[in-house]
């Protein structure tokens, strides 16, 4: 049992693979295949040429046969009517056999001009066919290149996709860094600031509790406003 199914297994192993490679190489295959058809068409037209030389010969044969038979059946009417009995009996032989000869013909040439028939439509039918199925390999080739195109393109969107999703995230961490190293700067400023107590005198100025620097644009105007009120 289980050297069967393991025989079993090999042959639809090798069956799928088969199956593989057919459908890989189908359109080689395809090819070929229209090859041996246009062959065999050929061999085909070469038997109806041949058959329909035979014919000719037959038909000139069996027109031949017919003329004899004419010609001499009145020469056997003439010789009877003149009493040469042996002469008419030599005429109606040729007539005869003239005769059958031409019976033999007509039915030679009756399976020849059914065959021929035969034979024509079938070569008719498959150049169509063959032309068809040329035109759906080509077709077929057309979509093979597109689905190809439509892979490779695929394959460059994927790519310049991902190299996008990376400049942007380069982007990001840039702006971040650069944002980070503005507010550091903003503190450091602020922090300095302090440490100077420029902020806070800025801070008792606005308050009033202190009179503005005096190198600074509010001491300026704070003096010419004084300088006014004494005119």
Known sequence: MFIRK???LFRACEAEATERVVDAHALRILE????????AVAVATRELT???????ADQRAHDAARSRASEYEPYALKALETGEAEIARQCAEVVAAAE?????????????RRHIASLRSGIARADARIGEIRRELLAARSRGALQRA???LAVSARGYTSALAAAEETLA?????????????????LLADEKT????????????IVPPAPH????VLARLRGRLNQA
């Not at 041949?50 to 000719?56: I, P, Q, T």
């Not at 059958?100 to 020849?112: G, V």
């Not at 961490?173 to 400023?189: F, G, K, M, N, S």
């Open 6 to 8: 393991m025989f079993t």
């Open 32 to 39: 070929q295949e229209l090859r041996d058809a246009a062959a």
């Open 50 to 56: 041949g058959l329909m030389a035979r014919e000719m």
């Open 100 to 112: 059958q000869e031409s019976e033999r013909y007509a039915a030679n040439l009756a399976a020849a």
């Open 150 to 152: 439509t892979g490779a």
């Open 173 to 189: 961490r840039i702006t971040a860094l650069q944002t980070d190293a503005t507010d550091r700067e903003a503190a450091a400023a």
């Open 197 to 208: 107590g420029a902020s806070l005198r800025a801070k008792l100025s606005d308050a009033g």
């Open 216 to 219: 600074s644009a509010d001491a």
